[in-house]
């Protein structure tokens, strides 16, 4: 059935002091020109095609190599311990082996290494071993992409994270705590802090841009036990009377998952306020596997309301050492790193990777599940999810865990297992990303070169 009406695709309903943006309908095809065949998803947001996004997700202190990488290249490869999560969309999974951040080396700086491995994660470049002010290592790739095609979107960029950050101090042999708690930086000398509190998270989404009229609204909204979506019901209504029936249902879907997305974060919130004080950093949800899972939500939710096409994720600050008791591991994290080779310290780290991988696994299915034109928003990113380092225990940063998913709008042939040249500096893998987010860099961090192999 065609859509009775023909939308812009920047359409927002209104309220007091909310802007919800909507997901992809058909009703936005004709209007913008797009087509929603599954052929039509290359471009960055050109006027014939759909839009593109990408994320950056970070783990710390590296894995259990042993459990991360298959034995078999191609396609014909079995998932290892670590990976098992993903067999539901393997198909969307591109393993690669063999990239490298020389520039987390020491390089005659000492040590440091987790300080570096995350500030070099997305610059590529050597961080100045400093603790004072004088901070400096490059723009991040996520911040180049945002900075250039960040304009077609309300928001540039967002970034997330799920620990409390710190942006002065020494926290690892002699670095400042502004290497070790960002990876995205605006500028060679300004870091991105990341949003850490689910709610502040979604009410930055809705929000019409004033921040006192945020937090009034916020307020009002607290006191009458409102939705976000009570701001908007009208709108909504109206709305949906002009609708196809497949728009409907997208729009009542839409609308239904925000409300269940509120609802966690209001659960999240009375659960942590039931706990003694200080039990856990203002905001922060008490479960942490509800913490992470709220945040690859809000994501979803950005990419799939064109908000951002650009985001970046800390699951967890390098050389945390937060233990996992839910899952059986008492041992703080990056104690367990340094390993020596103890084949039970190994298995604690690989159960510690796993869990993370279920948690992405978790998001990956999100964004299949959210279906765009003719595919789903995942066919229509690149989401890279990674370490800055390898082994904990020798804090190698070469032949790092890497993975990219989604197909980039068909421009990535995943389901795949590759090997890279050894020392193959992953500013390469940026610069492919970057020419598929529509940008035409020749160089980035300390690239030698594209990595040619993301398309077979």
Known sequence: MHPRIHLPRRTFLRGLGTLMALPYLESMARASGVSTGSAATGGAGGASTLPRRTAFIYVPNGANMADWTPEALGTDFKLPYILEPLESVRS???????LTHDKARPNGDGAGDHARASATFLTGMQARKTAGVDIRVGVSVDQVIAQKAGDQTPFRSIELGCDRGQSSGSCDSGYSC????????????APMPPETKPRQAFERLFSTGNPKETAEVR????????????????????????????DQRKLDEYLTSVRDLERRIESAERVTAQLPPNAFP????????????????LMVLAFQTDTTRVASFIVAHDGSNRPYPFIGVNDGHHDLSHHGNDDEKKKKIAKINRFHMEQFAYFLKRMKETREGDGSLLDHSMIAYGS???DGNAHAHSDLPVLLCGQGGGTITTGRH??????????????????????????????TGRLTQLKA
């Open 219 to 246: 307020a009002r909204r607290k006191e009458y036990r409102r939705s976000v979506l009570d701001f908007v019901l009208e709108d909504a209504r109206q709305l949906g009377a002009q609708l196809g029936k497949t």
């Open 178 to 189: 502004a290497y070790q708690f960002n990876i995205a930086w605006r500028t060679p000398t």
């Open 92 to 98: 969307d999974v591109l393993v690669l082996s063999g």
């Open 282 to 297: 203002e905001g922060a949800p008490a479960s942490y596997e509800e913490h992470v899972r709220l945040m690859y939500d």
């Open 418 to 447: 590759i090997r890279v040249p050894k020392e193959t500096p992953m500013s390469n893998l940026f610069l492919e990303m970057m020419d598929r987010m529509g940008l035409q860099e020749t160089r980035f961090g300390d690239s």
């Open 388 to 390: 800055g380092i390898a």
